[in-house]
């Protein structure tokens, strides 16, 4: 195969994230918690992806399949698997790549799972760091604030890298250190995997540690290197739900200042709006506080979003209002309509331009053409409505029978009155009405008047 990347050395990258996170008090791996819509994993495999390595191993163990699935569907092909049957430690965890990376003359690049915010751009430096020097073993570390819970970069008095320790291994004076290790590292393979032969679960955990290799290769005769990095936050792990929490908000912000920034996009309470990273919206399309875009959505220039609404997964033209508290799930809008209080549209639900759909009323997965209006206390599921059609306070599609779903056609320039009953499977034709409290259990011509229950034609109109 051949090597994309442009440092010097052949790049393997390799992902740990076979662990549960006991920490996070969860029945989910900690790699599938979400940050912005988007499982924690996924953010360090599309940081891999942009090296263009040769491969992207990645080590499952909980939740595998699952884990499996939301990395491919991050990166395809490019991603191969490995399993640890056993969470024995970081160190058992590369160990269970020894097959597929021991003999290949490459840099293996370690990434963990759970540190989702690492950017591309330093991992560049890092790895040409670390091919600069020779070295056969790197650390990227960092200083911080408050480095509890990490390991520690331990240097001797001329501050030469002697070990890391970690928290529940240091003695008092160690975890006085505030250079961490943030569980990054570029080994060379064949170094790392003779260094993983001599590790022994001997500390607080009897675990398998990753980071004793470092000495062993330092023992070793072959040099390991520090890099350090500025920017802390990038290199935060991911370990309670107060971290989730804090990186969530920290994701949430810079995609609403992206959108204020670079696509014109107003909000009148940043710190108050949730809009997921993929989410695109056009320049002058106002947010209300309190609005969710969630998934892949789009929206408009030039839309109002009121405050309370929930749009997930679903696309909106230009020049849309959405009013107050109206939900909006897997569902097509298009320009100039406008959609609630209250109303709920599901299950590709269709707008076409200048529809209406007014309060409580609720579409699934069902069409309004061009310029038609449900405005009040309505449920459409399973219909087509025609252009300009109007559709009366309290209409129900009576579309399920208690075992099947069935459809409902309204055609162009119906007025269908207020409390008419659509007993699906029907048809109302072009241009008729439906009287108030209509029950309507057949076809309805085109051009006429139908009243009572059951709905009768009552007069032809043309
Ligand atoms: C690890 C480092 C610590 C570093 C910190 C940075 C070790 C011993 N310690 O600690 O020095 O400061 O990361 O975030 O490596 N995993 C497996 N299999 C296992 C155990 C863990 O795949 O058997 C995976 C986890 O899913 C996770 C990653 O490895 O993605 C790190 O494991 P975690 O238990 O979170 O290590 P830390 O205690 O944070
Ligand atoms: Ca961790």
Known sequence: MSNHNTSSRPLNVLIMA????????????????EIGGSPVISYVVRAAQALEPRSIIVIVGHQAEEVERAVLAEVGELASFVVQEKQRGTGDAVESARSVLENSDSVVLVLSGDVPMIRVETLK?????????????????????????????????????????????ASD??????????????????????????????NDQGEYYLTDVAEIILASGRTVSVYVNNDAREVSGINTRAELAEFENLVRRSAIRRLMIESGVTFIDPSHAYISAEAEIGRDTIIHPNVTIEGESVIGEGCVIRAGARITNSRLGDNVVVKDHSIIVDSQIGPNCAVGPFAHLRMNAVLEEKATVGNFVE??????KR???????TYLGDATIGERTNIGAGTVTCNYDGVNKHETIIEDDVKVGSDTMLVAPVRVGARSITGAGSVVTKDVPPDSLVAGVPAEVKKKLK
């Open 371 to 377: 310029g038609t209006k449900a405005m009040h206390l």
């Open 363 to 368: 579409v699934k997965k069902s069409r309004l």
């Open 173 to 202: 004076e160690q975890r006085q250190v505030r250079e961490i290790n943030s569980g990054i590292y570029c080994f060379e393979a064949k170094d790392l995997f003779r260094a993983l032969r001599k590790i022994e679960p001997k």
């Open 125 to 169: 430096k890092f790895i040409e760091h670390h091919n600069n020097t020779g070295a056969a073993c790197s650390i990227l570390s960092v200083r911080l604030e408050n480095p509890t819970g990490y390991g520690r970069i331990i240097r001797d008095d001329s501050g030469t890298f002697q070990k890391i320790v970690e928290q529940r291994d």
């Open 18 to 33: 076979a662990g549960l996170g006991t920490r996070m008090k969860s029945r989910r791996a900690k790699v599938l918690h």
